[in-house]
């Protein structure tokens, strides 16, 4: 009877901890998708680049598989309407985000970043000079419903921490 007693109170102690996850999980539940591609050699192997076509020149290019920068990596965004009637938007970084850009701009000097919203290439973007500001700019492509998107995810600028 008591070997009963305990083996109940372990399952439902158990039972207990695994709905307290799933709701955590499903409060964290990501509306929005942001990742940031390098561009990749094209002599690289389909295990580490996928081919794509540039936002701006239409040529096919080599981008990295992996992203260096994701949605994790926003703490707020800046939307604003675009003049070919999107919406642009400017990106603040947290400062893991904020340390990889900086590190990208130095060492790929030259070379171009990808910025993927929701599975959809928005813009490439040539690296020109060191960013260390933590700010990814956007400047048109993404849509009213992208937008919403965002505002279910990250704060804008003058809205206190979520």
Known sequence: MFSQS???RT???F???VAFALLDAAAKERHCTFRVHAQANHQDTDAFSISARATSSGKEVAIQKLPWITEHDVMAFSPYPAKDGTFGA????????????DKLSVERRGGFLFVLINGRMITELQIDKRVSDGKIYVPSGLTAADVELMKKQWRLPRERKR
């Open 6 to 8: 305990i083996g109940m």
């Open 11 to 13: 399952l439902c102690v």
């Open 15 to 17: 039972v207990f901890c």
């Open 90 to 101: 400017l990106f603040q970084l947290d400062d893991h985000g904020r340390v990889v850009l």
